[in-house]
T-cell receptor, first 111, second 115 residues
Framework: SQQGEEDPQALSIQEGENATMNCSYK?????LQWYRQNSGRGLVHLIL?????REKHSGRLRVTLDTSKKSSSLLITASRAADTASYFC???????????FGAGTTVTVRA | GAVVSQHPSRVICKSGTSVKIECRSL??????MFWYRQFPKKSLMLMAT?????????EQGVEKDKFLINHASLTLSTLTVTSAHPEDSSFYIC???????????FGAGTRLSVL
């Protein structure tokens, strides 16, 4: 079942600008993850943030988690054309290893 | 590490035929494998969870006899779309997890077109 909902659905930015997308979810979670999908390809794991963490960095990526608001944000700094992709949040609210994926945010970085 | 290979990447078949899709974890033993279906510009819909040596667990609304899943080893799971119809045309993606954090490693997906 789909739990996470990303916002916005689509985002178009100029190369070098920052891209921010948000994810909201409904139930308690163990952790929240962000994945990237290039068109017509599988998903690639970007970052995992645990429920007891508030912020995490990985290269040009910054993820925040607010469990009181049941929301997360993904910030991509200094965007590049290669960052053009769809980004999905995924929550792990159960103990059976299943993930619930959001609808995704499609990011287009213009050169 | 954690490479998942999915084959074929694209298949076109006639209505009524069966299509088999393979998902292999190349450099690790998968604890669990998952099969998803994705419609254009939509999120992933989990079809089933697969464990080596046991029957797959299907999500509600997914026909077990239509989508046969076999998990023969710790590195291989197959999805067979039986008696395919045009409405089965979609993008099918597999993923696998390994010991440790609950991260899924995805195959590149299979684009199925049923004529």
């Amino acid at each position: 079942s789909q739990q996470g909902e990303e916002d916005p659905q689509a985002l178009s930015i100029q190369e070098g600008e920052n891209a921010t997308m948000n994810c909201s979810y409904k139930t308690s979670i163990n952790n929240l993850q962000w994945y990237r999908q290039n068109s017509g390809r599988g998903l690639v794991h970007l970052i995992l943030i645990r429920s007891n963490e508030r912020e995490k960095h990985s290269g040009r990526l910054r993820v925040t988690l607010d469990t009181s608001k049941k929301s997360s944000s993904l910030l991509i700094t200094a965007s590049r054309a290669a960052d053009t992709a769809s980004y999905f949040c995924a929550t792990d609210e159960r103990s059976d290893y299943k993930l619930s994926f959001g609808a995704g945010t499609t990011v287009t970085v213009r050169a | 590490g954690a490479v998942v290979s999915q084959h074929p990447s694209r298949v076109i078949c006639k209505s009524g035929t069966s299509v088999k899709i393979e998902c292999r974890s190349l450099d690790f033993q998968a604890t669990t494998m998952f099969w998803y279906r994705q419609f254009p510009k939509k999120s992933l819909m989990l079809m089933a969870t697969s464990n080596e040596g046991s029957k797959a667990t299907y999500e509600q609304g997914v026909e077990k006899d239509k989508f046969l899943i076999n998990h023969a080893s710790l590195t291989l799971s197959t999805l067979t779309v039986t008696s395919a119809h045009p409405e089965d045309s979609s993008f099918y993606i597999c993923s696998a997890t390994r010991q440790g954090p609950n991260i899924q490693y995805f195959g590149a997906g299979t684009r199925l077109s049923v004529l």
